[in-house]
């Protein structure tokens, strides 16, 4: 006698095509729901500007550990209570309303386990409309920028009057080896090593420039609809799928049952 565990592929396949219906009618009315969800939900309006945070170096030219520039820091730094009073100035929106209509992301490069590396951060608005999503994000943007040159700012100024001031020691040793003279050996030597501390020092404003200036990368230009075509599809397609799944595993217990109460018999 064959036991009820004995359960082919076959089995499955010819269970599940005796209840081919229950899977069709669950498969339709998964998407119809999904599709009717989009068609009743509010819309919602994603705008997404990027901004580069910038990241500090030593002296040394590598990279600097900085809260405001690791990505595991970084994106929580930005949306504190500083960062959002400001946007909510800017935008004229309350803070809550910014906190809840703004996403910030800044991950990190893919298979690097480092935190010392340039970060990124996307900033993803999400409200009622196109022009507010669109505003809010090119807003925190600016903010964000705003807040990275602070730092970086002194950095550049600092580095701006050692180039300046090295400039001016070379102008003037050069007229005094012009000038010749007993010393003028001694002149010459000195000129050769302020002229090295000016390219050295012309080189890490270079870097700094390069390396350490914050950027914004993207600004918003216009929002996506989640009421648009491709998203009701979208979501009619997803709602049809789970409803094929719970299809197939109706058909199956109902076809288990049934076999069940045959064998019983």
């Known amino acids: ?14 269970t599940i095509w005796r209840g081919k ?11 119809a729901i999904g599709l009717l969800f989009t068609l009743t939900s509010t819309t919602q309006y994603t705008a997404s500007s990027q901004v580069y945070l910038g990241q500090a170096t030593t002296m040394m030219g590598n990279l600097a550990q900085t809260a405001g520039t690791n990505p595991l820091t970084a994106a929580t730094i930005l949306q504190g209570d500083v960062v959002v009073d400001a946007v909510a100035a800017k935008t004229g929106l309350t803070r809550s309303q910014v906190n809840s209509g703004s996403d910030i992301s800044v991950p990190r490069a893919p298979g690097t386990t480092s935190t010392n590396q340039p970060a990124i951060a996307t900033i993803t608005a999400r409200t ?14 600016e903010v964000a920028l705003a807040g990275a040159n602070s730092g970086y700012a002194k950095v550049h100024q600092t580095l701006e009057n050692q180039v300046r001031a090295a400039k001016a020691d070379v102008a003037a040793l050069q007229i005094q080896a012009n000038r010749g003279g007993a010393n003028q050996s001694a002149v010459i030597s000195q000129l050769a090593s302020l002229r090295t501390d000016l390219a050295t020092a012309q080189l890490q404003l270079a870097r700094v420039q390069q390396i350490e200036a914050p950027a914004v990368v993207s600004l918003a230009k216009s929002a996506a609809s989640s009421s648009s075509s491709s998203n009701r599809m979208r979501t009619a397609i997803i709602g049809g799928l789970i409803g ?3 299809g197939i595993v109706v058909a199956l217990i109902v ?7 045959a064998s019983a018999t």
């Open 1 to 14: 006698m064959a036991s009820d565990r004995e359960i082919t592929l076959g089995d499955v396949g010819r």
């Open 21 to 31: 219906w229950y899977i069709v009618i669950a498969a339709v009315v998964g998407a």
């Open 128 to 141: 009622g409309s196109t022009d507010t999503s669109i505003a809010l994000a090119n807003a925190y943007a």
């Open 244 to 246: 094929l799944l719970l």
């Open 255 to 261: 076809g288990g049952t049934r076999r069940r109460g």
